[in-house]
């Protein structure tokens, strides 16, 4: 599956410098098809041929280590689980607008 579309891409470059939780939409959800993290994606920067983005990453499993932050477009096609079917990361298709402090628990 095609993590970044050309949709995504331009929804992530706008200005956000003046964002807060409450009045931030969330632009693109992914998660681990076999795992237990969740990536809420509301902003991002092309980096040549990458794009680093920003958002909130919600660990299921240890939810006291969910957090905003940045994480490269690249280690998320990168990223397998441990399983015997190395599932990687999936863009959620049926994700609905949500606010960045709907997402954040």
Do not use: C
């Amino acid at each position: 599956m095609e993590l970044m579309t050309n949709d995504i891409a331009k929804r992530l470059q706008r200005d956000t410098s003046a964002w807060d939780a409450d009045h931030t939409d969330v632009i693109v959800k992914y998660f681990m098809a076999a795992g237990h993290l969740n990536w809420y994606i509301v902003e991002g920067e092309r980096l040549g041929d990458d794009w680093r983005l920003f958002g909130y990453v919600e660990n299921l499993s240890e939810p006291m280590f969910s957090e905003l932050g940045y994480v490269m477009l690249s280690e998320l096609e990168g990223l397998k689980a441990i399983d015997p079917f190395q599932l990687g990361v999936e863009r959620d298709l049926g994700f609905k607008n949500k606010k960045l402090s709907e997402v954040m628990k």
